[in-house]
């Protein structure tokens, strides 16, 4: 089920309603605690629902928890049912009945997109778990209980053994290692030792085919020579082994006997611990040194926030709204760390600046009805002056980093077809061939010079014979004679004119027709709420989905992407945006990405005014 790459098509945190449901849904299909019920979905941490796109154009919702995915659903045969990931069943097993199998099985079979089939399932002792057909279930395997997959149960436990363990037995729909897993933190499964009370005896290839083909002289019968040329030979021991124990054995005596006395931190000698040593003992301080320098998201929060004042934000740009102000915190989050308000305490960016006015930093006031602005920012607070910033300060003079590793490169080139093919075919440009505006100048002006069609009494005319005027090269109303540029435009207009767009990191292609651009429109929701939409992005080789989520950790808006209507709009896709957005997206698609404006229609409609 997520064997192959899915596209998000939307992204949005559930409300305190919609949390409820998702509680009540899970708690009717699954037997939950009401303990568990509250460390799966807490009341105070924000899920998100994600709405993915399968290759084929299935939809599956999967809710993620902290960045990491907790349920899914979405299966054909029960849409409507949740399913738990190998994430959620790692910390809560109970949720799911659970079959085993063989290491290799999960490896080389389920890991591959196959079912499980019923002559690699290893029953335990006590018998198979009570399971109904089209349940869910879970997979682990005979050296680590964790659980390594998640699917549906296509027969029940009784007509397992009823048919003789043979046959598929359970959908897989997820694996530890798919795509789905990939959208988590990449954690590998717990070990947690074998499963309890399994104790499987040496199995005939006969009965469990799924262990593959197999040499039998790998199973060597119990008491062949081959089977115990093996084992370890007795020896006698040696003397100087004897008196090394004599020696262990009187040190252990003395280890007994000594007494241990606890120092105080004053009387520890610093000189005898290094960095990565101490008393002899070799410490990896890889884990100390992270844990020493991770941060709360309220710290990372603060931090951002004053390194926005102090290297970003002037006097003279006073006062901002707080809106304006929230995209230049974003861009002093350092590389690797993801600042997110809803992570943070105060979860929304008001409760944030209240606090930092109480600590006297900035002075916050309501220029309209709903809307606050920094209007003044107290530098001389010790804080704030105290404060290093570890991000380079934003500059115009220094160009920004670019998002990938080129700047897309869009040529306009023009190809000659059927009605001027008998005027450029002479000239080495075939049907199909294309040509740039340069050498089509210089293709028509070795034409005009080849056939002596410069008129005699005006050098900037050019006289049209019957080739030009067959090929539509004439102008209504002036006969036989036009100008050199009008020549050369009226030339470019007969051709068909096409671009080709090279992407970073990918094979240039060729559209024809006329470039469509990067649309941008305001669209009033709901009373006075506006809205931003965004369409064309494909064709600069944007996917909607991840620039939509890039909106939405730049701002903290609301995103979602739709479909575009109509048949000509096959595979087309919208990005809506809360609120107007418009210098966001020039600040994205023409400083970030380094696409030209030409190719970008609406950014005039930003908000006007200082601070907007």
């Known amino acids: 089920m997520f064997r192959k790459p899915l596209k998000v098509k939307s992204s949005t945190i559930l409300k305190s309603s919609d949390k409820r449901k998702l509680r009540s849904q899970l708690i009717e299909a699954y037997p939950i605690a009401e303990c568990s019920i509250e460390e799966i979905i807490p009341n105070k941490e924000p899920i998100e629902m994600v709405r993915l796109v399968h290759p084929q154009g299935a939809i599956t919702t999967i809710y993620k928890r902290s960045r990491t995915p907790i349920l899914f659903q979405g299966d054909s045969a029960a849409p409507d049912r949740l399913y738990p990931t190998v994430y959620l069943l790692w910390s809560h097993p109970e949720l799911l009945p659970t079959l085993t199998t063989f290491p290799a099985v999960v490896r080389d079979n389920l890991s591959n997109g196959s079912d499980l089939m019923l002559p690699g399932v290893v029953p335990p ?3 198979l778990p009570s399971l109904v057909s089209g349940s869910s279930c879970a997979v682990n395997d005979t050296e680590n209980r964790a659980v390594s997959a998640v699917g549906r149960v296509l027969v029940s436990d009784s007509d397992m053994v009823r048919l003789g363990m043979r046959g598929k037995g359970v959908d897989v729909l997820h694996v530890a290692g798919d795509h789905l897993w990939q959208l988590g933190d990449k954690t590998s499964a717990p070990r947690l030792g074998p499963p309890s009370g399994l104790r499987p005896a040496i199995l005939s290839m006969a ?18 020579q081959s089977a115990t040329s093996n084992k370890p030979k007795l020896t006698e021991p040696d003397t100087d082994d004897l008196s090394t124990r004599s020696e262990t054995s009187s040190l252990d005596d003395d280890i007994e006997n000594c007494e241990l006395k606890e120092l105080k931190p004053s009387e520890i000698d610093s000189t005898n611990f290094t960095g990565t040593e101490i008393a002899g003992i070799e410490i990896d301080k890889t884990d100390s040194e992270d844990n020493s320098i991770s941060i709360t998201p309220d710290q990372l929060l603060a931090n951002c926030f004053l390194s ?17 102000l929230y995209p230049h915190i974003t861009e002093c989050c350092p590389e690797g760390e993801s600042l997110e308000l809803k992570r943070t305490s105060y979860k929304k960016l008001g409760k944030f600046l209240a606090e930092m006015q109480s600590r006297g930093i900035v002075t916050v006031k309501e220029v309209k009805k709903g809307v606050d602005a920094i209007v003044e920012i107290h530098r001389e607070v010790e804080e704030l002056k105290t404060f290093k910033v570890t991000t380079p300060p934003n500059t115009k003079d220094e160009p920004r980093e670019t998002v990938g590793p080129t700047t897309p490169s869009i040529e306009t080139l023009y190809m000659v077809n059927g009605n001027t093919q008998t005027l450029f075919a002479p000239l080495g440009a075939p049907k199909g061939h294309l040509l740039t505006p340069r050498q089509v100048r210089e293709l028509m002006t070795s034409y005009v010079k080849t056939h002596e069609l410069s008129s005699p009494d005006d050098p900037q005319a050019v006289l049209i014979d019957d080739m030009l005027a067959g090929c539509g090269v004439s102008v209504k109303g002036q006969g036989r004679r036009l100008k050199w540029d009008q020549l050369f435009n009226v030339t470019l207009n007969k051709l068909s004119e096409c671009h080709r767009v090279q992407l970073p990191g990918q094979p240039a292609v060729l559209k024809k027709g006329k470039l469509q651009p990067i649309t941008v429109k305001i669209e009033q929701r709901g009373g006075n709420k506006k809205v931003t939409l965004v369409t064309g992005l494909e064709t600069f080789g944007i996917d909607p989905g991840d620039f939509a989520h890039k909106v939405q950790l730049k701002v903290q808006c609301s995103t979602a992407v739709r479909d575009l209507p109509g048949a000509g709009a096959a595979g087309k896709q919208s990005v809506l945006i809360q609120g107007n957005q418009c210098r966001l997206l020039e600040n994205i698609l023409v400083r970030e990405l ?5 190719y970008i229609s609406g950014l005039e409609l930003a908000p006007k005014g200082k601070g907007r």
């Open 125 to 127: 002792p006590d018998g």
């Open 207 to 224: 009965e469990f085919p799924a262990l593959g083909n197999r040499n039998p002289s790998d199973f060597p019968p119990l008491g062949s």
């Open 308 to 324: 926005a004042l102090k290297s970003r934000i002037k006097d003279s740009d006073l006062p901002i709204l707080c809106s304006a």
């Open 594 to 598: 380094n696409l030209p404006k030409k």
